[in-house]
T-cell receptor
Framework: DTAVSQTPKYLVTQMGNDKSIKCEQNLGHDTMYWYKQDSKKFLKIMFSYNNKELIINETVPNRFSPKSPDKAHLNLHINSLELGDSAVYFC?????????FGPGTRLTVL | KNEVEQSPQNLTAQEGEFITINCSYSVGISALHWLQQHPGGGIVSLFMLSSGKKKHGRLIATINIQEKHSSLHITASHPRDSAVYICAASGPPRGYGGSQGNLIFGKGTKLSVKP
């Protein structure tokens, strides 16, 4: 059973489109995160959610919006995609600090 | 300057060698994490530590809170250890409230172990 899953694994789309990436965890964790890994492989936090409340929002464009329908899910919606949004996006979850990562979603904006 | 610095950026070793990767941080932290990113892209948490030393198999992680420095050691390295090792600090970053879990990442150390 996959602990943290993301869909889709690959996403290729045109500039200006709106897309979503889904994340689900079956670990019973109460905090979930979204990270972006750029072309230089540098990871940076985008959002974290604790018990369905956004508890930190890094300075990402407001075209990005996390949505958590329940404690096990944290989806990432991106509006008006730009070339610079091309990256690998990782979802993660934690309970006591140690984080479990999803497999990543490679987003390519053409 | 990144708040979490790692060295070296790239490391090539022969199978069986003892390997050390270093991490220095300038932020206040609640814990220091070591992660492994496989060539296929998946990320695995290896250690989370806030003091002293932890050991798991051939991997050892140490932290010196006073010096704001951590090391990851791999004993008897093997080609399957080839990966990117990432140091990350967790704790309340300046200017933000809330989560102790948010990670600030180093740029990673790419390790290649040759047979």
């Amino acid at each position: 059973d996959t602990a943290v899953s993301q869909t889709p694994k690959y996403l290729v789309t045109q500039m200006g489109n709106d897309k979503s990436i889904k994340c689900e965890q079956n670990l019973g964790h109460d905090t979930m995160y979204w990270y972006k890994q750029d072309s230089k492989k540098f990871l940076k936090i985008m959002f974290s959610y604790n018990n369905k409340e956004l508890i930190i929002n890094e300075t990402v464009p407001n075209r990005f919006s996390p949505k958590s329908p329940d404690k096990a899910h944290l989806n990432l919606h991106i509006n008006s995609l730009e070339l610079g949004d091309s990256a690998v996006y990782f979802c993660a979850s934690s309970l006591t600090g140690s984080q479990f990562f999803g497999p990543g979603t490679r987003l390519t904006v053409l | 300057k990144n708040e979490v610095e790692q060295s070296p950026q790239n490391l090539t070793a022969q199978e069986g060698e003892f390997i050390t990767i270093n991490c220095s941080y300038s932020v206040g932290i609640s814990a220091l994490h070591w992660l492994q990113q496989h060539p296929g892209g998946g990320i695995v948490s290896l250690f989370m530590l806030s003091s002293g030393k932890k050991k798991h198999g051939r991997l050892i992680a140490t932290i010196n809170i006073q010096e704001k420095h951590s090391s990851l050691h791999i004993t008897a390295s093997h080609p399957r250890d080839s990966a990117v090792y990432i140091c990350a600090a967790s704790g309340p970053p300046r200017g933000y409230g809330g989560s102790q879990g948010n990670l600030i990442f180093g740029k990673g150390t790419k390790l290649s172990v040759k047979p």
